[in-house]
């Protein structure tokens, strides 16, 4: 994000509609999706706190109307209460049919999110299969993921 300007300003900065969607995201879908960002819209990006910086990351990417959102490690570092609601903002944007690669910890959340599953190790796909797949592959997850 660029710290120097607002909230607002950065949501702009990288508005685009490539691909010619007919639902493109906008200011007020963001603002929709994570209300604090509303809030602060005339803030600078570089005063933002908590999960906020994190939230406005999301929001740029989604105001280049990707055709996958690629998130890495979205939640890592924040407050319970603050990851909490970044997951259900990422079940909110699946469930309105954006593809998502999610790379993260969190084999709760996953399970619950994911349609697929791939484990890596080195760089390698070592594993690979549906949530129902891999509940019932408990070996697995104790092998590479240590749960």
């Known amino acids: 994000m660029f710290p120097t300007l607002t ?44 999960g906020e910086p994190q939230m406005l990351a999301i929001g740029r990417a989604l105001m280049t109307n990707p ?31 954006q593809s998502i690669l999610l790379i993260d910890k969190n084999m709760r959340a996953l399970k619950r999110l994911a349609d697929y599953h791939y484990i890596l190790e080195k760089g390698r796909t070592v594993w690979s299969g549906d949530a129902a797949a891999l509940e019932r592959d408990a070996t697995t997850i104790q092998r590479y993921i240590g749960i």
């Open 7 to 50: 909230v607002r300003e950065n949501l702009i900065a990288t508005a685009a509609n490539r691909a010619g969607r007919p639902q493109p995201w906008t200011q007020d879908r963001i603002y929709w999706l994570f209300p604090r960002l509303a809030e602060r819209a005339r803030q600078y990006a570089g005063t933002l706190s908590g």
């Open 67 to 97: 055709k996958l959102l690629i998130l890495d490690e979205a939640t890592e570092g924040l407050a319970p209460v603050v990851r909490g609601e970044i997951w259900r903002c990422i079940e909110a944007l699946k469930a309105q049919g």
